[in-house]
Every structure is written in structure tokens, then in C-alpha cells.
Nanobody, 119 residues
Framework: QVQVVESGGGLVQAGGSLRLSCVVS????????MGWYRQAPGKQRELVAT???????NYADSVKGRFTISRDNAKNTVYLQMNTLKPEDTAVYYC?????????????WGQGTLVTVSS
């Protein structure tokens, strides 16, 4: 069984910063891609940023230059540093990981953490 737990969401004023964390734990052999997605009210879930096991990164155009994704492989943790936040960044942020278990590779999701940016 694999657990994915996010933390760090909250309410912040426009222009402010937040740092999200996500810890993956359980019966896993390794973690491949780790990433963050978000879903705003009335909208589809969208990719925010991903990082591979070789530390290559990918960002949505809307967050480039403002958000930074990083990972600590020793702690099975991925972070999302969000700077210069805008009201349109308001969403539930979900952590996603592709992990290797005894049954092969599988994708796992966290329960989400709410980020609210006030204008």
C-alpha cells in the first residue's frame, strides 16, 4: 500500500509565496516521476510541474518563472515553491507520483491541498 500526503496549502495574498510538500511512503521500490497538478473550481485538473528521477523538470507556461519544483529522493518527497502568487493560482493542488511496487509501476495521487490567493 502506498500513501501520498500533501501539506503546505493555505490562504495567501497576491504576490505572496507558499511551499507545498508531498511525501510518498509505503511498500515501494522506487519513484519515477513526481509532480504537481491543480484543479480550480469548475475547471479540469491541469499539470503544474513535474520532475523525473534524473531531475529534469517540466512546467506549465502559466507558472514558469514563478514556481519551482524540487525533490529529495532520500525522503521520497517533492516540493513546489510558489512565488509571486496570483488569484488565478487558486486551486486544489494534487501530488502525483509514478512508483514501482511489487505489482509493477503505478500512479498514485494525494488527497489534495487547497491554495487560495486573495486579490
Amino acid at each position: 500500500q502506498v500513501q501520498v500526503v500533501e501539506s503546505g496549502g493555505g490562504l495567501v495574498q497576491a504576490g505572496g509565496s507558499l511551499r507545498l510538500s508531498c511525501v510518498v511512503s509505503g511498500r515501494i521500490f522506487s519513484i519515477n516521476t513526481m509532480g504537481w497538478y491543480r484543479q480550480a473550481p469548475g475547471k479540469q485538473r491541469e499539470l503544474v510541474a513535474t520532475t523525473s528521477s534524473t531531475d529534469s523538470t517540466n512546467y506549465a507556461d502559466s507558472v514558469k518563472g514563478r514556481f519551482t519544483i524540487s525533490r529529495d529522493n532520500a525522503k521520497n518527497t517533492v516540493y513546489l515553491q510558489m512565488n509571486t502568487l496570483k488569484p488565478e493560482d487558486t486551486a486544489v493542488y494534487y501530488c502525483n507520483s509514478r512508483v514501482l511496487t511489487g505489482l509493477g509501476y503505478t500512479e498514485v495521487w494525494g488527497q489534495g491541498t487547497l491554495v487560495t490567493v486573495s486579490s
